[in-house]
């Protein structure tokens, strides 16, 4: 076990390991088909800093196993709850198991304790039993391992891990020109939403499939459509809309698929996916309810270009005349018939 230092002063100083203590396990439940991962990180000051779980219904999130670092785990637990590829109720449900005894001080000192004496067994057993009580499977398994690292070393991991992301941020943006659409149209940056069970494979999609996409809602556009269509649930989260599939793209078989879907009328998603062997999922009426249609909402759009406006009201003034003309020659015409009945 690590050695603990304290400092002999008036008053009280934080005791310190001086190391973190990482916690990594897998579990799965074939029966249930659910299968997720965990990570619990204690920093030197003995506090549950962290706690991440994911469970999902994909079986290949099971091969991490606990043996490898804990930035891998906390990396793939983080993209599973990104894409919402997730299983939200019980990785909910699962979370309040650690939630529990980060609020319960004996709990969090006992549970360090054990990791930080590897006593894996102990480990195991405990979380078993609390797992399934959610879960319900004696059949369950789980794994885990145990990581310790000096706070530089997290340090440099996490600094390294950020500047990954800011180099991808800095990138810059696809450009939407290799897709055709109409003058005036509008696309949104989006993602797909991927499904195990109503997907299909991404490199079996077709033009026409009807698919679920979720729109970015870090961009104004994003934001304002998300806004219009309703899409942001009470406890803020976004949910998806259903999109036709318009076009798909890709450079080669290793470079990243973009997909152009129509949401609406003059109104199209785009979302990049770099996984091909991700299952799409599409759209059901029965569980995502009636496409929503709001067409006039969409006109007054404040980032769409002026010239949408202009041109609608070209095309209804063309109509009108069309209307009026053709009136005036059918009582022509009615006058014509009664000058020769009469």
Known sequence: MAQITTVSTGNPTPVTTGKYYFLKGRFKSASTNLYGLFLVIYNPQKIMESFQLVSTSYSNIYDLEPHQ???????????????????????????????????????????????????????????????????????????????????????????????????????????????????????????????????????????????????????????????????????????????????????????????????DEHLYARATEEERHVRVCLYDPRIDGPIKKVKAQAKKNPLAPETSSENSKQKYSSMTYLMLGLFAFLLILLFFLLYLIL
């Open 69 to 263: 670092d804990w930035h891998r785990y906390e990396t793939m637990i983080t993209d599973y709850r990104w894409k919402g590829s997730y299983n939200t109720s019980m990785t909910s449900a699962l979370m309040s198991i650690f939630d529990a005894i980060s609020k319960d001080g004996r709990q969090r000192e006992e549970f360090y304790g054990l990791i930080a004496s590897y006593n894996y067994q102990r480990i195991e057993v405990i979380l078993f039993d609390l797992f399934n009580r959610m879960i319900r499977d004696k059949g369950a398994s789980m794994e885990t391992g145990i990581q310790e690292a000096m706070p530089e070393e997290v340090q440099q991991t996490r600094d390294a891990h950020k500047n990954q992301i800011e180099e991808k941020e800095n990138k810059p943006i696809p450009s939407t020109r290799n897709f055709q659409v109409e003058e005036g149209a509008t696309i949104i940056p989006s993602s797909l939403i991927l499904s195990p069970v109503r997907g299909k494979l991404l490199y079996e999609l077709k033009i026409g499939d009807r698919i679920m996409v979720k729109l970015n809602h870090e961009t104004q556009q994003g934001l304002y459509y998300i806004e219009m269509f309703k899409l942001r649930s009470p406890e803020g989260k976004i949910k998806g809309i259903p999109a036709e599939v318009i076009d798909i793209r890709s450079e080669s078989k290793s470079m990243p698929v973009d997909v152009l879907s129509r949401i």
